[in-house]
Each structure stands twice: as C-alpha cells, then as structure tokens.
C-alpha cells in the first residue's frame, strides 16, 4: 500500500511538473510576440530616420523628415500591435478565412467571394491619387518590416493567435489597405437587411397598411405610398415569409445584423457658442465592440503639421480626429447604397437571366475555396448588370425570392475605381473645412457624415456616392425589384453637389445622431431608413440648453445616459396603471407589479449601471412589443429583437388606427392595450425573477448591460475567453447619447455589444486640452498590460490627452523606437 501511495505522488507531482512547464513553455512562446517599444532597428525603405515616441497610455507619435517615412513608420507600428487584427481583416476581404478556420467560415468566404471585393480593391489602387500611392507603398513597406523583423528574430510568429492557427504572412500589399476599407464599407451597410425584413414582413402581414406602424416612417416629408411585395414578386410564399429564421450569423461575418450596421453620434459649435471664442467639435463612432477595438490612437508629423486622432489597422489614415487646422468626425449616413434586384431566369437556360433587352448570359467565375483539413470547393460567382448574385441564405433572402428567380445586389461600394483612401489621406492635409468638403467628393463607400471644423467655421457634408433612381422606381429602393425592369435599375450616380451640406449654420451648431437630415422628395431624398428618432431629441435639448458651450459641455452631452425614449413612453402604457387598484398582499404578481410601477413611477429615465429602474423598463418594452406583434408575425417577430419606440408610440396613441395591434387575433375577447401593457409587466417581472432572483430595488441596470468586448477568434475558446474577453458593468442604452446597443437576443438581450469604441473632443481654443479615449487599449496582444489599459477609463467616461506638443509625447513614453535608414 505505501508503494503505490509512493507511487501516485510520483505520478501526481510529475503531472503538476509537467503542466507547469507547459504552461511556461506557451507563455515564453506567448511573450516572444510582446512588442519591445525600446529599440533601434535599421531599416531599408526609409529616405530618413523615424523615431515612434510611445506615450504613457502606449499611443505611439510618429516623428519622420517625409511624409512617406512617416506613413513608413505608421504601418510598422499598426504590425507591432495589431498584426493578427490586420491579418484577419484581409483574409475577411479576400475571402480566404476558411484556409485557417475549416468549414465554419466557408459561408462567410462564398459571400465575399461573391461579392469580389478584393479584387476591387486591386483595381482601384491605380485610381488614387499620386500621394496616396505613396502613402499605401510606404505604409505597406512599414508593415513588411515588423513581419521580416518578426521571421528574422523568431519574435513569436507576431502574435499569439498564430500559434493556433498556423498562418503564412504573406507581405502587405497596397490593395489590402483598400480591401480592409470595403469590410470596413460592408459591416456598416444596412438597407440590405432592412429590404429583406421589410419584404417579409410586407409577406406576413393579413393587413397591408400595419406595415407602416411596425417598420414606422422617420416624420417628415419625401415618403410615398410603396406597393405590396407581392406584387412586385409574384409567386414568393407567404409560409416562407413568416417562418422561423433559418440564418445566422455566420462565423467571422462581416455582415452586420440588423441594426448594428453603425451608428454614431458628432457635433460642432462654432466661435460665437463656444465659451473660449473658437470652435469645438466631439465625435463618437459606433461599431460592434470587439478586444482589442477596432480604433487604434496614433499621431503623425507630416509635412503640412501634425494629425492625431483614431485609425483602423490597416489603413493607412487618421480616420476621425484633428490636425493644426482642422478637425473632423464621422457618423453613419444611412444613405440608401443597396437596392436589391430580382433576377428571373430563363426557364429554358437558368444560365440566362432577364433583361430589358431580353435574356443576357451571366457573367461567371468559379472560385476555389481551400479549407483547413478537408478537402476544398469550387463554388460558381455570377453577376448580372445589377451586381452580383446572392446566396438566399443572406438575411434569409431565399425566403422572399419567388421560384425561378435569384437575387443580385447593387451597392456604391462595388467599384473598382473606389478613390475613398485618397480622400481619406487627403483629409490629413486639408487646409481648412472648405478645402476638406472639396476633396471629400473623393469619397465614394461607406457613405458617412463627416463633421468638420478649422479655427472659424463649422459644417456637416455627407459624402460618399448617391445612386441616381428613377423617379418611377417601382419599390423606391425599400423593396427587391424586378431588375428587369428598366426603371427600376440605377441611373449612375447623383452629383456631389446633391449631397446634404450645412457650413457655417446660423445657430452656430451641427450634429448628426444617425437622425434624419433632409426631406428631400424621392429620388433625392437621400434615405427612407434612419438610425435614430430618439437620441436627436436629447442632443437639442442639450444644445438649447447653454447659450455657449465649453469641451466639457460637450463631454456631458457625450456621456449622457437618459433616455428620451422612456421618458415619452412610460407614460403611454403606464397611463391606466399608476397608483390604480387596492392594496395587494405580499408575494403577489399584483403586489410585485405595484413596486416596479412605483419605482419607474419616481424615475427621471436615466440609464444609469447602478439603478434598477432601466431593467424593469427595458424587460417591460422588450416584452410587451412582443405581444404586440407576436399573434400578427408568428416567428417573424423574432427578427424584431429591439424596441421601435415609434411603433410603440403609434399604437398606444392609435394613429391611423394602430391601437388594432393590442387585440390578440386568436382570442374570443377583444383586450385592450392597457391590458396588453400589464400583462407585458407581469412577463417581464417574471422573466426578472427567473433570471436575477433578487429584490426589484436590488437589480442593477449593469449587470444586464455589460460591454462584450470579446476576441473574435478566441473569444469563445475555453479558458482561453477569460484571458482575451473584457467585460465591464455600463450605463447607457438603445436610445441614449452615451449609446450602448443591446444585444436583444437571448439569453441575455440586454448585453452591451455595439457603442462607441473611440470617442474625442477637440477645443481649437487650446488644441492640447482636447481628448480622446478607445474602448480597450492599444494592443492586441492579451498578455499586454496595454491590451485593456484604456478599457476601465472609457468605462468611467474619462480620456486621455490629445496634444500634439512632442515634449508632453516624450515626458512619460514606455518607450522610444529608432528606425534607421540603412
């Protein structure tokens, strides 16, 4: 017996032994790849030495005699600390994600392979301009020597993840900087799902006029009367309209789900409502939160001055920030760049298609996809004159796509002679905001507000292409079409000039919350979807608010957290509720119900992490639009995952007789909406109990509304997600100033998945008090302190400085790094 107790503790020691060591073994592997910021390092693409200055908060100020060596010193910074992120978003455009990942990412790869976007990307390289040509070969050249420094030193593969996935680093090419800004253009594209959901549900729908109380219409002028889909696609099945989703987000997708295809909040006051006499601008760009975030802080000398502000890896440009002169923000423009065509095929050769000309052959390819550890597919890419065709299991479009017809997609952003790099690079440069909205036409996909300022004016300028309609477009651009029909295919593109433009406002102030911005008649109206309804009502509030506003005002107004949408609503379907009834006993769903109605009842719609009252409130709207549109939809309603407060707002005040939405249809009785709305209560209380079990006054708005910054890849890897996933208890919501988008899918909808992962305020007062913050921290690397460094900041609502005084860079840096000219 003690020989073999002897013999179990040998056994059992050698077992810890060994997991010991290979535990150091992964994190000596592991660390190799942790960027050293302290070095020299002789190079031989650079005209002149470079010097990277890390600041304290590890944001590196790029010092270089031309512009080219400091576009040269932008991309090797960009691999030092984002090698696997840059990877990963150029194996995304060229549709080769499968070679690392199997089967799972096979339906992300058939798509963009059929979307082609990075050939796209290769044949617009040719069409920037001569500096931006410069600016893509440097920046290229930058990011081939981390990776040769890299192979030449064995620093760990360049990050941790390709000890996983055991990927070749093929060299940075100029067309990959223009295919990362084509996923960028796809992930915040969003009138393609909305064509699809509205279809469906025009399917579902018994009656016809209920379409414009669910999927409401932003007020204002420009809308008109739309035809029923079904008249449009005659023989597409209703069944298949209201069935259960068959699609999900496929791994790695950059499709965006519907209502996550951006977002975004930018404003600017100029010198006569700024307490310092200049301008002001702050600007917040929302898109799906990820570890590490997708903005990365960075500050370049150019020849013109400095620029310093947020970037994407991979692209080659300060994408939202300032310069000396100038400063800008971007916000999601919800111009109409999609239309979805129907495509019929000749029942004779469905290698045809249907023209107004007659039948004309597709344009084919095939494509081979190699997949890890299985064998590889060819799959057969076809486009019509419209565009590429696309799988119906895209937003479930085979559910709306009659027999013998395919869909095609047309989109601004398939173009091979996209010049929006040079615009972006230009903007580095720009003098003042009349020479920024000059060269902004250069811009083509995604479309974007951009909000500028220089030392005297302000102004707004949506840029990106418009696509020319034809004033008798059968759907408007709302519904798939017949592409057949001549009327309903584009007409080329509208003259930038037609872009909505405000420059020096007589209010002094500009902004853009994703709000409507024109009412423009058809086919200039620019959009029939917005992304806010709600959050533009607290923004002029806030405005109107000061007669001058200061770079704190405005970080206030950034971090706002209530909610104009509880403030309408509450007092809608509470109307019947409050304070009505007797006394209920203890433990009773009425007695429960009497103190969530007190608690919302003394609450002022402040979506703060630590009170209970958003909870109740956003459980209580969740599940009573629910009932609302359930019995009508059936599993459609699903894909109503979020809130519309207009719907809401239509029902409860009957316009154009919506309050017919609260009967149920299968019951004998005829309820009411306050019946409806306390019935919801009671389901959300209950859903609270079952998933908190805990006293109404002790939930916490934060522990439903955690931020998910997960990893992409690994995030969902065991163990491995409690190192690279970041979450953190926040305020905010769907329809607050300080945004935090919900998830709306169980089993937790109230996750914080999509907000502003970079947020900046510039004073042009005193350009060096201006800040700016990211959601996370500057690296990729998880074993990195600076992997989630700025994350608890942003949590807190604080920056970091933005200055582009070279001394401050220096006073408290991590590290220098010298590049030398060989």
């Known amino acids: 017996m003690r020989l073999v107790f002897r013999w179990l503790v040998r056994l059992a020691s050698a077992a810890i032994l060994l997991t010991v060591l290979a535990v150091a073994l992964v994190y000596y592997l592991a660390s190799r790849s942790l960027p050293d910021y302290a070095k020299t390092l002789t190079v031989p693409e650079i005209t002149a030495d470079v010097e990277i200055v890390r600041d304290n908060s590890n944001v590196p100020h790029i010092f270089a005699r031309a512009d080219r060596d400091a576009f040269f010193g932008l991309g090797y910074a960009h691999a030092q600390d984002r090698l696997w992120q840059m990877m990963i978003l150029r194996r995304t455009a060229q549709g080769r994600l499968s070679e690392l990942f199997g089967r799972r990412t096979v339906e992300t790869d058939t798509l963009i392979r059929r979307l082609d976007l990075y050939n796209l990307a290769r044949a617009s390289v040719e069409h920037q301009t001569p500096e931006t040509l410069d600016a893509l070969d440097a920046y290229a050249a930058g990011v081939n020597a981390r990776i040769d420094e890299i192979n030449a030193r064995s620093l760990g593969r360049g990050a941790p993840e390709f000890f996983l996935f055991d ?61 029923e889909y079904a008249a449009l696609a005659p023989g597409a099945s209703r069944h298949a309209a209201r069935a259960p989703s068959e699609a999900r987000r496929a791994f790695l997708s950059p499709l965006p789900e519907r209502g996550l295809a951006g977002a975004s909040n930018a404003w600017a006051a100029a010198p006569d409502r700024s307490a310092s006499g200049s301008t002001l601008l702050a600007g917040d760009p929302h898109l799906q939160l990820t570890a590490p975030s997708i903005w990365y802080l960075a500050r370049l ?53 249907r023209t107004p000309d007659g039948w004309a052959e597709f344009e084919t390819r095939r494509s081979i996809i190699e997949i890890a550890d299985d064998q590889p597919i060819t799959v ?121 433009e405000f420059v020096a406002p007589a209010g002094g102030i500009v902004g853009n919350t994703n709000n409507k911005v024109i009412d423009r008649d058809f086919p200039r109206h620019m959009s029939f979807e917005w992304g806010d309804s709600q959050r533009v009502m607290r923004w002029q509030s806030m405005m109107q608010g000061r007669e001058v506003h200061t770079r704190d005002s405005f970080i206030e107004a950034q971090l706002d957290t209530v909610s104009p ?70 599993p459609l309603a699903d894909e109503y995952d979020h809130v519309e407060p207009l719907f809401i707002e239509r029902v ?11 009967d149920v249809v299968r019951s004998a009785r005829e309820e009411t909406c306050t019946d409806i709305a306390r ?39 065991p163990v491995l997600r409690y190192f690279v996933n970041i979450r953190q208890s926040t305020s905010g919501g769907d329809h607050t100033l300080l945004r935090g988008r919900t998830s709306g899918r169980d089993p937790d909808p109230f996750r914080n998945v999509h907000g502003a992962g970079y947020r900046g305020v510039y004073d042009f007062a005193d350009p060096d008090s201006s800040v700016f913050i990211n959601s996370t921290g500057q690296s990729g690397h998880f074993l990195s302190r600076h992997y989630d460094d700025l994350g608890q900041l942003w949590r807190r609502g604080e920056y970091i400085p933005m200055s582009l005084d070279p001394e401050l860079a220096r006073a408290a840096s991590v590290g220098i790094t010298r590049l030398v000219a060989d």
């Not at 799902?193 to 279809?199: I, K, P």
């Not at 020849?303 to 002169?325: D, F, K, Q």
């Open 167 to 227: 990927a070749r680093l093929p060299p940075w090419q100029p067309a990959d900087s223009l295919a990362v800004i084509k996923v960028m253009a796809l992930q915040l594209s969003g009138h393609l799902s909305e064509e699809v959901l509205r279809a469906r549900t025009s399917l579902a729908l018994d009656d016809a006029d209920r379409l414009a109380d669910i999927l409401p219409d932003i007020p204002g002028d420009g809308v008109a009367a739309l035809p």
């Open 301 to 353: 000398q150019l020849s013109s001055g400095g620029v310093i502000g947020g970037t994407i890896p991979g692209i080659p440009a300060i994408m939202v920030g300032r310069s000396e002169r100038l400063g800008w923000a971007i916000t999601s423009s919800y111009l109409d760049d999609q239309d979805l065509h129907l495509e019929e095929l000749d029942p004779e050769d469905p290698q045809r298609y």
């Open 380 to 500: 057969t890419l076809r486009w019509t004159e419209n565009g590429p065709v696309l799988p119906g299991s895209v937003y479930d479009l085979g559910a709306i796509t009659p027999p013998g017809h395919v869909m095609s997609l047309a989109w601004t952003a398939l173009s091979g002679r996209d010049t929006s790099m040079s615009a972006a690079v230009g903007l580095m440069s720009a003098e003042n905001v009349d020479s920024a909205i000059e060269l902004s036409d250069m811009f083509v996909a995604p479309s974007q507000n951009l909000t500028l300022i220089d030392d005297e004016t302000v102004a707004m300028k949506t840029v990106g292409v418009m696509p020319r309609r034809n004033a008798n477009h059968q759907s408007k651009g709302r519904l798939p079409s017949p592409g057949w029909i001549e009327n309903n295919r584009w007409q080329g593109r509208l003259p930038f000039a037609e872009n909505p």
């Open 565 to 634: 949408a509880a403030r309408t609503l509450l007092p809608l379907i509470g109307a019947d509720l409050w304070f009505t009834g007797e006394a209920a006993p203890e433990g009773t769903p009425d007695r429960r119900r009497a103190e969530a109605l007190n608690l919302l009842a003394d609450w002022n719609g402040e979506m703060n992490e630590h009170l209970p009252e958003p909870l109740i409130y956003a459980a209580w709207l969740r599940a009573l639009q629910d009932r609302l549109i359930r019995d009508e939809l059936g």
């Open 652 to 662: 409860f005040r009957d316009v154009d007789g919506a309050a017919v939405w609260c």
């Open 679 to 717: 019935l919801a209560l009671d389901d959300a209380l209950v859903w609270i109990d079952e998933t908190y079990g805990t006293q109404l006054g002790s939930l916490r708005w934060g522990d439903a509304h955690q931020a998910t910054h997960d990893h992409p890849v690994l995030g969902e890897v």
